[in-house]
């Protein structure tokens, strides 16, 4: 289900036809990420005036010069399925090169900014769908079907107005946040019968015209992924996922209600200018080459689509005006990038920059694979902070406190499971919380982010 059109976005060219169809195996690199960071979500970009909780300063897009834009990471980062891209011409070699003209796009356009609150009726139609037993209970911060006992298939939802991600399981597979098995047994359904497991879970989402893809297949199994529009146009990395086993069952699946509201509109720039940007940001990571591709060999760029991509900034969603690559990538294996469109003088790097991966990306800190996790919240129990996050279902998280007479600073720090970062995952992401215990009650001590020293928002 798209979400209304503003007119920041009318008339816009249409993206050209693709010239090339996506490899499967590519398609399944965003859905099973091999690398330990577990979900790729994203986070509400806050600007210049957001306020001390994180939120955002963006409004109804009014106003001539619009807050600078501040992204998770750095403001100009470039993200392909988990490994960088050296820099491009002229910058150096074998960067990214189009392979004729790219579009102009739009002169602006909206960020649209994810959250929803999910009605109990909603959850149970799409418990319907999935064949999901018994009635839809309300927990804390969440709606939940099935799972009685910690057994059978169970559906949980997101609610609350920030609301709307969702998670499924049936009671055939490992817990959610146990390594799957990669290569299950069996032959996997086809494509387009893959694609028919889906399609009552995605008419009760109101996703029945996303754009499907049935991936490539693990063993016995077979990832469909299914690609809303928002606001018209395409996205990447908004996705729902569902893995459906040999006998036409969805096993595992997380995805999102597709409902977004309008942000601040920022001025954009061509598919030629923003990719001058992503060389650039790609050499200033001193991007690396993949294994078989040829020293000095540019990696073209078939062509591009304006569209949405999910980025992250404080800890909520936030969907950002980019232009989504198609890449004809040396010895096959296509794929899509993606790369804010926003022009750079409206980006920035947010306080959280410092964060040295990002989750689903399959880098590692220079600290051994660990990294810290941006923070949403806290409650106090006692002498226990419950610290409220998103994270992914592959990495372990542990909160910890420094203690003083005024302030007491926490941070969580995130692992992946296997301790080395290449487990397959399946990509899906879900508020967590992390506890600490203090050495005595926190009284009217403010509670801090201990990486940028930011109050925390208490619950």
């Known amino acids: 289900m798209s979400t209304d059109q503003s007119p920041e976005t009318e008339g816009r060219p249409a993206p050209r036809s693709r010239r090339r169809q996506l490899s499967v195996a590519a398609v399944a690199a965003a859905v099973l990420l091999a690398g330990g960071g577990g979900a790729y979500w994203a986070s509400v970009a806050s600007s210049d005036g957001a306020s001390e909780s994180g ?3 963006a409004g109804d897009g009014q106003g001539d010069s619009p807050p600078k834009l501040a992204l998770d990471g750095t403001a100009t ?9 050296a820099p491009g011409e002229p910058m150096g070699p074998r ?3 189009a392979d004729g003209h790219l579009p102009d796009g739009p002169k602006s356009a909206a960020v649209r900014i994810p959250g929803y609150e999910v009605s109990r009726a909603q959850v149970a139609k799409l418990a319907e769908a999935l064949e999901v037993e018994g009635p839809v209970k309300a927990r804390e911060g969440r709606w939940q079907a099935g799972g009685g006992q910690g057994k059978g298939p169970r559906l949980t939802a997101e609610r609350g107005a920030a609301g709307g991600a969702w998670t499924y399981q049936s009671g055939e597979t490992v817990p959610l946040d146990a390594d799957p098995d990669p290569a299950p047994g069996g032959k996997p359904l086809s494509a387009e019968k893959a694609k028919d497991a889906v399609r009552p879970a995605l008419r009760a989402l109101g996703l029945g015209d996303a754009a499907l893809d049935a991936g490539s297949p693990v063993g016995g199994t077979r990832t469909v992924t299914a690609s809303p529009k928002v606001d018209g146009v395409p996205t990447h990395g908004w996705d729902s996922t569902f893995v459906v086993d040999d006998k036409g069952s969805v096993t595992r699946a997380q995805g999102s209600w597709n409902e977004t509201r309008k942000g601040e509109v920022y001025p954009v720039q061509s598919a030629t200018a923003t990719l001058d940007q992503l060389n650039k940001a790609s050499q200033s990571r001193g991007g690396h080459g993949r294994e078989g591709e040829r020293d000095n ?8 689509a304006f569209g949405l991509s999910l980025e992250r900034s404080h800890g ?15 010895g096959g294996g296509d794929m899509k990038v993606t790369h804010p469109a926003v022009q750079p003088e409206y980006l920035k790097p947010s306080k959280t920059s410092g964060h040295p991966s990002k989750p689903g990306s399959g880098d590692v800190g220079a600290g051994g694979g660990k990294s810290t996790q941006a923070m949403e919240s806290y409650q106090v129990e006692g002498r226990t902070l419950k610290l409220s996050f998103w994270g992914g279902v592959c990495d372990t998280y542990k909160a910890t406190a420094e203690e003083s007479g005024s302030q007491v600073k926490v941070k969580i720090d995130a692992k992946p499971k296997n301790g080395k970062g290449k487990n397959i995952c399946v990509k899906i992401a879900k508020r967590q919380t992390a506890e600490v215990k203090l050495d005595k009650k926190l009284g009217d001590r403010k509670v801090v982010d201990a990486r940028d020293g930011e109050k925390l928002p208490r619950k």
């Open 77 to 85: 980062s470039a993200r392909d399925s988990g490994k960088g891209i």
């Open 55 to 57: 939120g955002s300063a």
């Open 95 to 97: 960067g990214y090169r």
């Open 297 to 304: 060999e540019p990696t073209k760029i078939g062509d591009a």
């Open 316 to 330: 909520r969603p936030l969907l950002v005006p980019a232009w989504i690559y198609e890449v004809e990538r040396p």
